[in-house]
């Protein structure tokens, strides 16, 4: 019996159900030709569905399986879409099938399948072609298309289908299909097969779509391609983009700008893309204009010089950090991009993790759950933000290495001491560490580093710090310098004069004390060394902002100053000063906080922004710019702003309290200890409904214990967490039992046995003799979770083991479930009272036995479950 019985609710029966023996005569192959090429479509559309089935069916014999493939082939030509376009919605599935197979079936295929797809992208019917396109995406994704296939029979019928002379609408989806397909292929690959024609279709005059489908996927191109090929082919494509009389294409330029700008040397991105940028953030359409805007600080960000940032790339890849700052250019695309801003708008797009960025050579990882401890970090043991990729092979940069001055530059790091100080010692270059006034280096030592340099003087980087130790030379030469103010973090800037704007980088030297800012050759300043030395100071010319210009094109950084402007809201974007603030951590982290200035007022007015959604943003990013900006312009310029969301709408206070142990911890302990007063006004909220408000508290609190100490977590934090024990909603509830965990392994840790007993006592009190059943599950749940580390076993038999042995006899049998399981699975199989001497064994057997006999099923099975096999999760029931 075939499928014309079962009709359109056979879908409940067996698939292969027609192979079965029947009334015929025929064998299983005979019965799939029967009803692969049965007059009736539904027939042939099952078939074509039940295929990885049938596949599996005919396994064992190779023979019958490449009979079975061979009739999969001749299916591919069924005349009806529906068929076809069913058969085609199977490969992948049956693509896993023959690679898991691969040992039996190892060319099966290559040489049945991918014709298929590849036929199927021509396909006359729209239908079978979309479905192939998507096919053929899972299949790269997978990686079960291999490289000779791809480049032998894809790659060919896409450029067939991009050609000029190919129909309009093959064409605009090839286009398309082979913009998504780059992604997934070699740079090899790329650059010999596709890049060419991508290049003549972003000249396309004939069809827009053509062109904003490539405007659009430009950026992934040139991160694939390279420097070398973006700079050489693609950029001359790139700027006639942007001048597209189609505004639609120019907004997909400024869409993808700072992919473009990241494939770039610094000298194009400043020379030629800023000016393109700047054209398109005037563009007479107000879609393009708000596009720019958008990327706007994305692309300042690709101004970022990790010299200048605060992190140093030895020569074996590894990254090592400058104390002065604690940030660099890659980690803020982490910042960026990591971060959820708002739940409910288009900036959750933005989340990508990890990330993967092109890094002077190679490819650097980095993951939003796994951050450095000196950033952000919402575990207790952080671990190290960046992770060299597999593929990296010893520090295959695009130059040659550098020459290891790291004993030289140690030579600058010369602490002045006041106990040691004698008019003949050398002198010493200024220290962040030190408050009192600026030290020297001694010449010949600067010099030495200079000369160590002068080989590699062909290298940019070299050149940029050459620069430096020069000014720092010229500096040193000074004999008496007239500038006695005290620095921070050892920025030591030049009074300016008339710069050229496009000539000019702030520049450090990687030590751990020294950094003076780059001065300018071609105009070198009257008074070489008259030094302004705080970075939240204006410039010396009176002028605020002016060090930005160094750092990136002035009309960029004016540019972003005026996102705040109302102006703005009315002839670009209502939502504008929101997109400010999500990428002002990026624009700070490429300025430096020796150029904080520039954005300490733009910030101040976003922070008192009428829009909420504005505030929580900021929110959601203060604890990063915290690290950026160190802990002495926090204290100045952050903790008020922070002061101030605390008190603000709960969206915008649920920002500082979801990193709430970030920003705490970079605070100093005194100004930390503050905020102890205020941790219990998270409590409130606007509505008593909001109960996630009060999880994330809790799951804060936990790791907000270790910065405070054995008596502030016992006098301030153990009353928020017995409150949110008694919480209304389940969920706030179990995560509060594990913050009470917390406190009082902190409490024993720290010694103080006796207000760890007094804590005990209180737990007792308030929940194993609570009225309310839900109270003493409570207590029941926390002596299960109670570990050996927590607390000494001998104090948990003498003080927690009767209660929670009393509550065995408990009326309700939800609270003798989570009894039985704390005694099962936890409790007696601790050493402490497993040990044959140990005085509560009787007891303990005594117990869990009358608890396995219990009436409640439940309680018979948890008494009775074997502790090493799976734990059930007992959640609901609390």
Request: some cysteine; proline content about 5%; aromatic content about 8%.
């Amino acid at each position: 019996v075939g499928f014309d019985d079962y009709g359109s609710e056979c879908d409940g029966i067996r698939i292969t159900a027609f192979l079965d023996a029947g009334q015929d005569n025929l064998t299983p192959l005979g019965r799939l030709e029967k009803y692969a090429f049965s007059e009736n479509v539904f027939n042939r559309q099952i078939v074509a569905r039940g295929l990885l089935d049938v596949l599996r069916e005919f396994s064992d014999n190779e023979n019958d399986f490449i009979s079975v493939m061979e009739t999969v082939a001749r299916m591919s030509e069924d005349g009806e879409p529906t068929v076809r376009a069913e058969l085609m919605e199977q490969v992948p599935n049956i693509a896993m099938f023959l690679h898991e197979s691969r040992p039996n079936f190892p060319a099966a295929f290559s040489r049945y399948l991918v014709p298929i797809v590849v036929r199927y992208l021509t396909d006359p019917n729209n239908q079978v072609r979309k479905t192939s396109q998507a096919a053929l995406l899972v299949l790269l994704e997978q990686g079960l298309i291999s490289k000779a296939d791809m480049e032998t029979k894809v790659c060919p019928v896409l450029l067939d289908l991009t050609e000029p002379s190919s129909d309009d609408d093959y064409k605009i989806e090839a286009v398309a299909i082979m913009c998504k397909v780059v992604t997934m292929l070699s740079k090899d690959t790329v650059e010999h097969l596709l890049l060419p024609r991508f290049c003549d279709l972003c000249s396309d005059a004939r069809l827009f779509q053509v062109r904003k489908v490539c405007a659009a996927n430009f950026g992934e191109f040139c991160s694939i391609v390279g420097q070398e090929a973006t700079e050489k082919l693609l950029m001359p494509k790139f700027f006639d983009l942007c001048s597209d009389s189609l505004w639609g294409i120019r907004k997909a330029c400024a869409e993808c700008f700072m992919m473009v700008s990241n494939s770039t040397s610094p000298e194009v991105r400043r020379a030629k893309l800023s000016p393109l940028f700047i054209s398109l953030i005037s563009d007479q359409s107000r879609w393009v204009r708000q596009a720019a805007f958008q990327s706007l600080g994305r692309f300042i960000s690709t101004f970022a010089n990790p010299s200048s940032t605060g992190f140093h790339f030895r020569e074996d890849g590894a990254l090592l950090e400058v104390p002065r700052c604690t940030l660099d250019r890659e980690l803020y695309y982490l910042c960026l991009s990591s971060t959820i801003y708002d739940d409910d708008d288009d900036m959750r797009n933005e989340l990508s993790l990890p990330i993967h960025f092109m890094c002077g050579g190679f490819i650097r990882t980095f993951s939003n759950s796994n951050t450095n401890p000196t950033t952000t970090n919402n575990a207790k043991n952080a671990k190290d933000t960046e992770q060299t990729d597999e593929n990296f092979n010893s520090f295959n940069y695009w130059r040659s290495p550098l020459p290891d001055i790291s004993g030289e530059l140690e030579m600058l790091n010369c602490q002045k001491s006041e106990e040691v100080i004698e008019e003949e010692e050398e002198e010493e270059l200024d220290c962040p560490d030190s408050k009192s006034s600026p030290g020297k280096a001694t010449s010949d030592q600067i010099q030495k580093v200079l000369d160590c340099l002068q080989p590699h003087m062909d290298d940019p980087d070299v050149q940029a710090q050459v620069q430096v130790l020069s000014a720092a030379l010229k500096a040193a030469q000074l004999d008496s310098p007239e500038d006695d103010s005290p620095t921070d973090d050892g920025l030591t800037e030049p009074e300016p004069q008339e710069q050229p704007e496009d000539d000019i980088d702030i520049v450090s030297v990687e030590s751990k004390s020294v950094e003076v800012q780059s001065e300018s050759e071609e105009s070198p300043t009257e008074e070489e060394q008259t030094m302004e030395t705080s970075p939240a100071s204006e410039d010396a010319d009176g002028t605020p902002g002016g060090p930005g210009r160094n750092v990136i094109p002035q009309q960029l950084l004016d540019q972003y100053l005026s996102m705040t402007d109302p102006a703005r809201a009315q002839t670009v974007d209502t939502e504008i000063a929101k997109h400010c603030a999500f990428s002002l951590p990026g624009v700070a982290l490429t300025l430096g906080r020796q150029n904080w200035h520039c954005l300490k007022d733009t910030y101040e007015t976003l922070a008192t922004d009428v829009q909420w959604k504005v505030r929580r943003t900021l929110a959601f990013s203060i604890h990063e710019l915290a690290v950026i900006l160190g802990d002495q312009l926090t204290a100045a310029d952050l903790v008020p702003i922070f002061n101030g969301f605390l008190k603000d709408l709960d969206e915008v206070r649920i920002g500082v309290l979801k990193h709430l142990y970030d920003f705490l911890k970079l605070l100093h302990a005194d100004k930390r200890r503050e905020y102890l007063y205020q941790l219990q006004e998270f409590m409130v909220t606007d509505n008593s409904r909001n109960w996630r408000f009060r999880y994330e508290l809790a799951e804060q609190l936990i790791l907000i214990i270790e910065l405070y100490s054995h008596n502030d977590v016992f006098d301030y934090l153990r009353q928020i967490a017995l409150t949110l024990c008694s919480d209304k909603v389940s969920e706030v509830r179990w995560i509060s039992y594990k913050l009470v965990v917390e406190i009082l392994q902190k409490l024993y840790a720290c010694g103080a046995d006796d207000l760890g007993l007094n804590f005990i006592n209180e737990l007792t009190v308030r929940f194993c003799h609570c009225p309310k059943w839900v109270g003493r599950q409570a207590f029941a749940f926390i002596c299960q979770v109670l570990e050996e580390d927590c607390m000494p076993m001998e104090q948990f038999g003498q003080h927690l083991l009767p209660s929670l042995l009393s509550l065995s006899s408990d009326p309700v049998a939800n609270v003798r479930v989570l009894v039985a399981k704390a005694l099962r699975q936890s409790v007696m199989e601790k050493a402490y009272f497993k040990e044959p001497c140990c005085a509560y064994s009787d007891e303990l057997e005594e117990t869990v036995m009358a608890l396995q006999s219990d009436k409640d099923r439940d309680v018979r099975f948890f008494a009775s479950l074997d502790p090493n096999k799976c734990l059930m999760d007992t959640a609901p029931l609390i």
